[in-house]
C-alpha cells in the first residue's frame, strides 16, 4: 500500500480549536455572549500569526441557540465594487441556514432572510458588467439604476421612503430587530482574509462594516495586519505629487501611519495583538496541527523524528510563525512524493537553507557552483574555516547561526552526496 499524505492546511476548519488559543477563545467567547451588541473586535497580527485559527476557535467557543454566526471571507470578493452587496448577502445566506434546523423560528427567520433579499436586489441592480478586450470584464456600479429598482420595489406603499439609502438603512433596521423576537439576540460576523485583499479593497470592507454599529444585535470580529490599513490610507489620502511614505521609511511616525492607527482605534472597540507563540511552544503548536489535518500516525512519525529535528531552524528570534511552519513541512511533503528515491535528510537540509530568508546568499551560492560548495563543505567541517569564503563569494560573510548549523549533525547527509544537482532542481521548483 503507498504511504498516506497529507498536507496541511492554511484555514482551520475543525471543531476544535487549537489548544494555544483556547483560553483567548472563551474569553472573547464571554465578551460577544454578555456585552451589549453594537461593537467590533480588531484580532491584529502579521501574516501566518494565526489569526484565522483563533476566530475560528472563538465561533467554536460561542453557543448556537440566540446567536446568527457569519463567516464573510473579504478576499473571495474583493473583485466586487460595492462590498456591502456580498456582505448582506451572506448575512442573508446565514441566516436562512439558521432557519432550517430551527422549526419554531422557520418562518420568522426566513421573513427577515426574505426581506433582507430585498435590499441585496435593490442594491445588485445598479451592478452592469462590461466586455471589452476579450478576455477582459469591467463591472461599473449605477446607482440610479438601483434607486429605481427599489422605488419600484416601494411603489405599492406611500409610507416608505423613496431614497435607496435612507430606505435600505430603515429595511435592515427593522428586519435585524425583528431577529429578537425569534429569539436572536445578536449577529456575529467573522471577518477574514483581508491581509489577502488590496489595500483599497481592504478599507473598502472596513468602511462597509461601519454602517452595521448603528443596527441592532451586530458584533463584528476582524482578522487583519494594521499595516493594511497604514498602506491603504497613505495611497487613499496621498494626492498628486505627493510622497506616499513607504512602511520601510525609517522618518518618525508620518500623518499617514497616525492617520491609520486613528482610523483603526475609531473601528475596534476591542483591539487585540496576536501573542507571539515562543519556541517553546512549538510542540505544542505542531500538535494541533497533527489533529487538524488528521494525519495518518505514519506520517506524523516521520514528521516527529525527521522533520521536528530541522524546525527549529526555521524559528528566527524565537517566534514561531505557524503558517511558515506549515509551509515548511508541505514542502518536505511535495518533494517526497515527487521524488521518493532522494534522501529525505538530506532534502531537509538543503531545504532550511533555501527556507532562512536571511541565508539567501548561501542559498545563492550554493545554486551557481553547487559541486565546489560540496566539496568546500566538507573541508570547512573538517575546520578550514576559509573553506567556504575561498569559493564561494556569496559566503564571504557566514551568519553565526548557519554556521553552526553547517556544522552540524543535521548538515551531515549533504556531505554524503556524490552531486546536489537532483535535489537543487526539487530546491527550486518549490522555492
Keep these: 500500500m503507498p504511504e498516506t499524505k497529507k498536507i496541511l492546511l492554511d484555514a482551520p476548519r475543525s471543531a476544535s480549536p487549537a489548544s494555544l488559543w483556547d483560553p483567548i477563545a472563551r474569553a472573547f467567547a464571554t465578551i460577544i455572549q454578555q456585552s451589549r451588541p453594537g461593537f467590533a473586535i480588531g484580532i491584529f497580527g502579521s501574516w501566518g500569526s494565526g489569526k484565522t485559527t483563533l476566530m475560528t476557535a472563538i465561533k467554536n467557543s460561542l453557543p448556537r441557540a440566540g446567536i446568527i454566526t457569519v463567516d464573510f ?40 432572510a426574505h426581506r433582507l433579499g430585498r435590499v441585496v436586489r435593490a442594491l445588485a441592480t445598479g451592478l452592469s458588467g462590461s466586455v471589452g478586450i476579450p478576455g477582459a470584464i469591467t463591472v461599473n456600479y449605477d446607482a440610479g439604476l438601483a434607486i429605481a429598482a427599489w422605488q419600484s420595489i416601494a411603489a405599492d406603499d406611500p409610507a416608505k421612503p423613496q431614497s435607496l439609502y435612507v430606505a435600505a438603512f430603515e429595511e435592515l433596521r427593522e428586519s435585524f430587530a425583528d431577529l429578537e423576537a425569534t429569539g436572536i439576540s445578536r449577529t456575529v460576523v467573522f471577518v477574514d482574509d483581508l491581509d489577502r485583499c488590496l ?55 508620518s500623518s499617514a501611519g497616525r492617520l491609520g492607527r486613528d482610523y483603526s482605534k475609531r473601528i475596534f472597540q476591542v483591539p487585540y495583538s496576536m501573542p507571539v507563540i515562543h519556541a517553546e511552544h512549538l510542540d505544542n503548536l505542531l500538535e494541533s496541527i497533527y489533529a487538524e489535518a488528521q494525519l495518518e500516525q505514519e506520517q506524523i512519525s516521520d514528521v516527529r523524528e525527521r522533520v521536528r529535528r530541522h524546525l527549529d531552524l526555521i524559528v528566527v528570534h524565537r517566534e514561531v510563525i505557524p503558517k511558515k511552519i506549515k509551509r515548511f513541512i ?102
Excluded at 331 to 360: C, K, N, S
Design 330 to 431: 508541505n514542502g518536505y511533503i511535495l518533494q517526497t512524493l515527487i521524488h521518493p528515491d532522494l534522501d529525505r535528510d538530506a532534502l531537509l537540509a538543503l531545504q532550511v537553507i533555501a527556507f532562512r530568508d536571511d541565508w539567501e546568499g548561501a542559498y545563492n551560492a550554493i545554486n551557481t557552483r553547487p559541486d565546489i560548495f560540496l566539496a568546500a563543505l566538507r573541508r570547512y567541517r573538517d575546520g578550514d574555516r576559509a573553506a567556504l569564503q575561498d569559493v564561494l563569494p556569496g559566503l564571504q560573510l557566514i551568519p553565526a547561526d548557519l554556521s553552526i548549523y553547517l556544522n552540524s549533525d543535521l548538515v551531515d547527509p549533504l556531505t554524503q552526496l556524490e552531486s546536489l544537482d537532483s535535489y537543487l532542481s526539487c530546491m527550486r521548483s518549490a522555492h
Design 199 to 253: 489595500p483599497a479593497q481592504a478599507l473598502s470592507a472596513l468602511e462597509s462594516m461601519k454602517m452595521f454599529f448603528d443596527l441592532p444585535g451586530f458584533i463584528f470580529v476582524v482578522g487583519l495586519d494594521e499595516e493594511i490599513i497604514d498602506r491603504a490610507l497613505r495611497a487613499k489620502f496621498a494626492g498628486p505629487g505627493h510622497e506616499v511614505p513607504s512602511a520601510e521609511d525609517g522618518r518618525a511616525e
Design 73 to 112: 471571507n473579504a478576499w473571495r470578493f474583493q473583485n466586487e465594487p460595492v462590498l456591502l452587496i456580498p456582505l448582506l448577502d451572506s448575512i442573508r445566506a446565514s441566516i436562512l441556514a439558521q432557519a432550517e434546523p430551527t422549526a419554531g423560528q422557520s418562518s420568522q427567520l426566513s421573513e427577515v
